[in-house]
């Protein structure tokens, strides 16, 4: 292109008018010299065209390597090898890394050799690296970046310093450093696909180890980076689907569910591992409201990008009638999960053992998660080790001691904000002080964790319930469990799918309902529901 036409794309690149660049080159891209090539990939990255990026940026590095330009060939490969990586394709990432490694080895030491060890690093620690490793990992390149004076590479380092001292359990202490690597991000130092990326990583690991504390402050940093970016910026989509993961927590499931397929969908073929996570969550969402179907659609989404949809997958076929080949599924994803991947399904899978009669097991699995908690002492996880110690003891009679666990844990899932956690939390502790003779206790708890699940809508949840309570007016055991629903808030598509009925069969047992009761409206039965007991 001549300078007259590539000159005004300068210009709109000075001003981050990245559609205006996009404009301006795409249109011509066979013509471009290897520098516009660039800096098209950079416009279609900054307005969330991944593919379209990584493919023009596959052309100028070959473009690159011809010409001789081997250190910004050596950038170029480690920048696609972050982006295939963070797209869902590891093989390719690796290969592109390895690509990259082959380039920068034949450079001086420099800032490249300190970016190249921390996708090592970073690669290695997820799946399973050493923190030995990668402690020397962050030593190097904290060298590196006190000899080039780089603030990147002392995010880098503090990153992979922090990670691998997580790793052994001195969870505080990584995230001193987590928390300062921050800081050159915060401060525009940080080149935006890096400062992404450490974004992601750091929030990631507050969801595995189930700090959802740390979780929400990290994320809000997150979108305060990123919304100045553009409703187009990839790391914008992104940080609105964590905040997402967190509504679900709180509940505010129908926000989450008219919004997170949409949002999942937008990052596929750009993000798929969280693409994954987002589509594993609405399928959660939808199995807590009761739509069987809706969430096995989005668990199936979630495993065409690699997510093992569990342990929420499994939960679902056990609330389907098949406990045992719910056990199963959760017994071949322990056996691939990491360690925080166990922990998360760790819970369901000690609940199931019992369930099915396998107490040995139950305490097995219930020790893992116990050892597992105390090592990286993080809240969700003491709670979940708590909740999980807590049904072994009431299978094993000893109910009052169960209580004291229940009640720490409780504490916990308050405090975290997390409210189903909560109300499940309460259905155990109903359970215990029953068994401990504790009546009044009992039905205390159990009506904080309907009020919880009502509140949430819950339908399964309230059925469950809520199926022991008395007939009134003639009222048949359907009629009940269709009322005990429309109470709780859910339409009549939700009943539908928690009763495996038609929305037809749902309003005509909501007409008898009108007729047994003697009212008109859903709003008037719920009312009558809630002062006779029923809901």
Same mark, same amino acid.
């Given at each position: 292109m001549t300078s007259d036409a590539v000159s005004p794309v300068r210009l709109a690149r000075g001003r981050r008018d990245w559609r205006a660049v996009h404009a301006g080159l795409a249109g011509a891209?066979?013509?471009?010299?290897?520098?516009?090539?660039?800096?098209?990939?950079?416009?279609?990255?900054? !307005? &969330?065209?991944?593919?379209?990026?990584?493919?023009?940026s596959e052309r100028a590095y070959t473009r690159l390597i011809a010409e001789g330009e081997t250190h910004r060939a050596a950038d170029r490969a480690l920048r696609l090898a972050l982006q295939w990586m963070v797209r869902g394709d590891v093989s390719v990432g690796m290969a592109w890394l390895a690509r990259a490694r082959r380039v920068v080895a034949d450079l001086p030491r420099g800032v490249l050799h300190g970016y =190249?060890?921390?996708?090592?690093?970073?690669?290695?620690?997820?799946?399973? %690296?050493?923190?030995?490793?990668?402690?020397?990992?962050?030593?190097?390149?904290?060298?590196?970046?006190?000899?080039?004076?780089?603030?990147?590479?002392?995010?880098?380092?503090? #990153?992979?310093?922090? !990670?691998?001292? #997580?790793?052994?359990?001195?969870?505080?202490?990584?995230?001193?450093? =987590?928390?300062?690597?921050?800081?050159?991000?915060? $401060? &525009?130092?940080?080149?935006?696909l890096w400062s992404g990326d450490l974004y992601c990583t750091v929030i990631h690991l507050c969801d595995e180890l189930g700090d959802l504390a740390r979780m929400r402050a990290w994320t809000e940093g997150m979108t305060r980076w990123a919304e100045p970016q553009g409703r187009s910026f990839m790391y914008a989509h992104v940080a609105r689907i964590h905040e997402l993961q967190l509504l679900v927590a709180e509940g505010a499931w129908e926000t989450v569910e008219a919004e997170l397929g949409a949002r999942s969908a937008d990052l596929v073929g750009a993000h798929g591992w969280l693409a994954g996570e987002g589509y594993y969550t609405l399928g959660e969402v939808r199995r807590l409201r009761g739509d069987a179907a809706g969430a096995r659609e989005a668990y199936g989404l979630a495993r065409a990008l690699n997510h093992d949809a569990l342990p929420g997958a499994a939960l679902l076929t $056990?609330?389907?009638?098949?406990? %045992?080949?719910?056990?199963? @599924?959760?017994?071949?994803?322990? $056996?691939?999960?990491? +360690? !925080?991947?166990?922990?998360?399904? !760790?819970?369901a899978a000690v609940d199931l053992s019992l369930a099915e009669g396998e107490p040995a097991y139950a305490r097995t699995l219930a020790a893992e998660l116990e050892e597992t908690a105390e090592w990286f002492s993080t809240p969700g996880l003491l709670a979940r080790a708590a909740q /999980?110690?807590?049904?072994?003891? #009431?299978?094993e009679d000893r109910p009052a001691d169960a209580v004291v666990l229940l009640e720490q844990a409780a504490a916990v899932h308050r405090q975290q904000r997390h409210?189903?956690?909560?109300?499940?939390?309460?259905?155990?502790?109903? +359970?215990?002080?029953?068994?401990? %003779?504790?009546?009044?206790?009992?039905? /205390?708890?159990? /009506?904080?964790?309907?009020?919880?699940?009502r509140q949430l809508g819950a339908v399964p949840d309230v059925v469950r319930l809520? %199926?022991?309570?008395?007939?009134?007016?003639?009222?048949? @055991?359907?009629?009940?469990?269709?009322?005990?629903?429309?109470?709780?808030?859910?339409?009549?598509?939700?009943?539908?799918?928690?009763?495996?009925?038609s929305e037809k069969t749902v309003g005509r047992h909501l007409a008898n309902i009108f007729t047994k009761v003697g009212v008109g409206t859903r709003t008037a039965a719920a009312a009558w529901a809630r002062d006779n007991g029923v809901a």
């Open positions: 891209r066979d013509e471009l010299s290897t520098s516009d090539l660039g800096l098209l990939a950079e416009a279609a990255w900054w !307005l &969330g065209d991944s593919p379209e990026s990584m493919a023009v =190249l060890l921390y996708v090592d690093a970073a690669a290695d620690l997820d799946l399973t %690296g050493s923190p030995e490793d990668a402690d020397e990992a962050a030593r190097q390149i904290d060298v590196l970046a006190r000899e080039h004076d780089d603030p990147t590479l002392r995010s880098f380092a503090l #990153v992979i310093r922090g !990670l691998a001292a #997580v790793r052994r359990g001195h969870t505080r202490e990584g995230f001193a450093d =987590l928390d300062q690597a921050m800081l050159p991000v915060v $401060a &525009g130092q940080v080149d935006a $056990a609330a389907g009638g098949s406990p %045992g080949e719910a056990l199963d @599924e959760l017994r071949v994803g322990l $056996a691939d999960a990491t +360690r !925080l991947g166990r922990a998360r399904m !760790l819970p /999980a110690r807590a049904a072994i003891l #009431v299978a409210r189903h956690a909560t109300a499940t939390v309460h259905e155990a502790l109903a +359970r215990a002080h029953r068994a401990a %003779g504790r009546p009044d206790r009992a039905d /205390a708890a159990a /009506a904080t964790a309907l009020a919880i699940h809520s %199926g022991g309570a008395h007939r009134p007016c003639g009222l048949t @055991e359907r009629e009940l469990e269709v009322l005990r629903a429309v109470a709780a808030g859910a339409t009549n598509r939700e009943v539908a799918v928690a009763l495996v009925i």
